[in-house]
């Protein structure tokens, strides 16, 4: 099974702050990994799909990188809207979820 | 727009029997692979179970496996998860969702909870 780490598991910030998570495989996915958000209450929302690619809707302010085994998440500019959990997700073999990454305000 | 509808869940016993429903709009069902994934309550996504366009491909978490059926009627719209012998480790929001290509998951519903307690 390809297990899927997230860190930090939870982080703080403010709005305007240039934020990263990083996803690291247990194997090689080579890009086959996608982003998602959610908030309380609310279901996932999609936000990157083959490490890089943004999903349709989703502001720019996102954006994704990586292959293999380590990728990252960044938002350029932390807006109010963003404090949420995020979850990275791998697709190579079968489907398995990070643990997520909580973005709290500081 | 694409609209996803869970349903069906729950209390129940221990050791019960429940069946969701996800009943699906806005889209051509039949060409589109499905997919249940939970959250437990503080913990985080898991995925649980898919099933392709056809109805010819089925996978499961290894969590499911041989407790959990994942069925579709194309002639309704509408995806199925029967779930056997439940236990308080499947208590979760169950949610649908859409998978591009059984690859990641697109469109999602809001969810329906399952708890398992005596």
């Known amino acids: 099974d390809i297990q899927m780490t997230q860190s930090p598991s939870t982080l703080s910030a403010s709005v305007g702050d240039r934020v990263t998570i990083t996803c690291r495989a247990s194997q090689s996915i080579s890009n086959w990994l996608a982003w998602y958000q959610q908030k309380p209450g609310k279901a996932p929302n999609l936000l990157i799909y083959k490490a890089s690619s943004l999903e349709s809707g989703v502001p720019s302010r996102f954006s994704g990188s990586g292959s293999g085994t380590e990728f990252t998440l960044t938002i350029s500019s932390l807006q109010p809207d963003d404090f949420a959990t995020y979850y990275c997700q791998q697709y190579n073999t079968y489907w398995t979820f990070g643990q997520g990454t909580k973005v709290e305000i500081k | 727009e694409v609209q996803l509808v869970e349903s069906g869940g729950g209390l129940v016993q221990p050791g019960g029997s429940l069946r969701l429903s996800c009943a699906a709009s806005?889209?051509?069902?039949?060409?589109?692979?499905m997919t249940w994934v939970r959250r437990a309550p503080g913990k985080g996504l898991e995925w649980v179970s898919i099933?392709?366009?056809?109805?010819?491909?089925?996978y499961y978490a290894d969590s499911v496996k041989g407790r959990f059926t994942i069925s579709r009627d194309n002639s309704k719209n509408t995806l199925y998860l029967q779930m056997n012998s439940l236990s308080a480790e499947d208590t979760a929001v169950y949610y649908c969702?859409?998978?591009?290509?059984?690859?990641?998951?697109?469109?999602w519903g809001q969810g329906t909870l399952v708890t398992a307690s005596s």
């Open positions: 099933i392709s366009g056809g109805a010819d491909g089925t």
């Open positions: 969702a859409v998978s591009l290509g059984m690859q990641y998951f697109q469109h």
């Open positions: 806005g889209f051509t069902f039949s060409s589109y692979a």
